[in-house]
């Protein structure tokens, strides 16, 4: 499955994006989709997943702050992000897995290019 990122920008705290996750390719609904991000310096990590069936699982960072959604139909996923700061600035990829450890990076097979996310204080 091929995956691209978009939606990435400069906004400033407390400010709202929306990122979006195309796919293409293999049955896309069979796939857990994630989010991770990368910060300059520092690992990737997880932000969040979402099941085949819509089970969503949120790093405690982005928890009530980030949702994340899919649609089967259109093969895209997307992470809605509100009340943003400047923590969250990073890389954000969109991954997707048959795996069900879903917070690990290492179990995602299908990786899109990356969007930049900057939030500014």
């Known amino acids: 499955v091929q995956l691209q990122a978009s939606g990435g920008g400069l906004v400033q705290a407390g400010g709202s994006l929306r990122l979006s996750c195309a796919a293409s390719g293999r049955t896309f609904s069979s796939y857990i989709m994630g989010w991770f991000r990368q910060a300059p310096g520092k690992e990737r990590e997880f932000v969040a997943a979402?099941?085949?069936?819509?089970?969503?699982y949120y790093a405690d960072s982005v928890k009530g702050r980030f949702t994340i959604s899919r649609d089967n139909a259109k093969n895209t996923a997307g992470l809605q992000m509100t009340n943003l700061k400047p923590e969250d600035t990073a890389v954000y990829y969109c991954a997707a897995t048959l795996d069900l450890l879903v917070a690990s990076a290492s179990t995602y097979n299908y990786w899109g290019q990356g969007t930049q996310v900057t939030v500014s204080s």
């Open positions: 979402i099941s085949r069936f819509g089970q969503t």
